[in-house]
């Protein structure tokens, strides 16, 4: 996998203060796209053990809640290894910050599914924010998306409860 960009300090792309991954590659090409120069999978820098134990660094301090993914598409099969492996060290140091991610994909839907990979790497998650942004549904108002198909889907519960549950916002 190779990753576009840290954020060491996002406030936009869930609650508190987060550290933020882009990740390379995205097959949606959606018109409009905010990043289209992370379509190609080879963009940016190779996602290595290095900058895997920099993003622990990042994420150790109290003032930091936690870590969004985004893209690019953390999902898309090529990413979902690499996410994988970042988030069962997350799990493991500092597990008490929250991680969430974006997708394009719909869960439950064409959310692709990669053996022995897809299934940890949604329960390592907080909140998955899914689907695709729709021009004509969009919404200025709603919180950390952009068009009101896209839904913040509170992982833990949705899992515990095998029916979808949204996060809830009043956090
Ligand atoms: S899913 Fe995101 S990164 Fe991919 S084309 Fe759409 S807006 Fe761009």
Redesign the pocket.
């Known amino acids: 996998m190779n990753y576009a960009s840290i954020k060491s300090c996002d406030i936009a792309n869930g609650p508190g203060v987060r550290v933020s991954l882009f990740v390379s590659g995205?097959t949606?090409?959606?018109k409009d796209?905010?990043?289209?120069e992370?379509?190609d999978f080879n963009y940016g820098e190779p996602f290595t053990d290095e900058v895997m134990d920099k993003l622990l660094r990042l994420l150790a301090p109290d003032y930091v809640r936690g870590i969004t993914y985004l893209?690019?598409?953390p999902f898309d099969p090529r990413n979902q290894e690499g996410l994988l492996l970042l988030s069962r060290k997350i799990r493991e140091h500092l597990p008490e910050k929250s991680i969430w991610a974006f997708t394009?994909y719909v869960y439950g839907g064409n959310l692709p599914i990669v053996p022995d990979v897809t299934d940890e790497l949604l329960s390592a998650l907080d909140v998955l924010v899914d689907g695709?942004?729709i021009a004509a549904q969009k919404n200025l108002s709603l919180r950390f998306r952009g068009s009101s198909n896209q839904r913040l889907i509170d992982m833990k519960k949705t899992r515990a409860a095998g029916e979808v549950i949204l996060w809830d916002e009043a956090q």
Do not use: D, L
Request: aromatic letters at 18%.
């Open positions: 995205c949606h090409h959606c796209c905010f990043n289209a992370a379509w893209g690019g598409e394009g695709p942004f």
